[in-house]
């Protein structure tokens, strides 16, 4: 089996669900951090998240961003 590079995994392989932004709001947290995983860059931002979905994974979020520094898509991305 294929794991998915931006989900997480429990002991017996299970998919873990990644949290949603929705349940990242209900906690109080309404920005997530971002940074750029290209080699030689790093950038890393903070992000207000306020205007998209609820149902939408943080791990998602980063499939709509790019590096304003070097162009990579290589995002990675957590709650603040």
Known sequence: MTRNP???YD??????PPMTLG??????IRSI????????????STLNVGGLP??????????????SRCGS???RTRPN
């Open 11 to 16: 002991e017996q392989g299970r998919e873990i």
């Open 23 to 28: 349940s990242m709001r209900e906690q109080g």
């Open 73 to 75: 898509r290589a995002i």
């Open 33 to 44: 951090d971002a940074w750029c995983r290209a080699i030689g860059c790093g950038h890393a």
């Open 54 to 67: 609820d149902p939408l994974p943080v791990p998602a979020v980063s499939l709509r961003l790019r590096c």
């Open 6 to 8: 931006r989900r997480a």
